[in-house]
């Protein structure tokens, strides 16, 4: 794998180790926890960047069409931490299994998106990667909210 993406996936794989470290402890009851009306769970969140990552890197960049339902990422509910530690798992084999087969040329390479969009290998890939980041925040200030509700009581 050329350094470039290398190092990418090492930067891919901290966010997912810090997601992992937040999952660490954490009760079914508070996967499933929003901290206010129009927020989303801990499992939503793991959900939706799961798919988002597979639909830039996989979908758009890599051109290896999916049937992503981002809608259904924004109803989950019930499911345990293996199910979320399984897909960030996953996605990380699936990003290293395609990040392997590009070159410095193909960051240059136009990809159609939906809707009509189109956008350079190198700025979904980058996308994605932020994107992630984000909501890894937002599940680490989600875990906040959740510990600081359960000690005022």
Known sequence: MQTFFQEY??????????ILKELDGL???????????????????????????RYWI????AQ????????????????GVDVLK??????LEYARAVLEKFTIQDLEKMRPARGG?????????????EHSTLHLGQIQLTRQLWEQSK???
Request: charged share 20%.
């Open 9 to 18: 996936l090492n930067v891919l794989q901290i966010c997912h180790t810090d």
């Open 27 to 53: 009760p079914p009851a508070a996967l499933d926890w929003t901290p206010g009306i129009y927020m989303n769970s801990v499992s939503v969140l793991v959900f939706h960047l799961t798919g988002a990552e």
């Open 58 to 61: 996989g979908d758009v960049a």
């Open 64 to 79: 290896d069409t999916t049937e992503r339902d981002r809608e259904a990422e924004f109803r989950v509910h019930g499911v």
């Open 86 to 91: 399984k897909r960030l798992a996953d996605n």
């Open 117 to 129: 969009r189109e956008f350079s290998v190198a700025w979904a890939l980058l996308h994605a990667l």
């Open 151 to 153: 000690s005022s009581i």
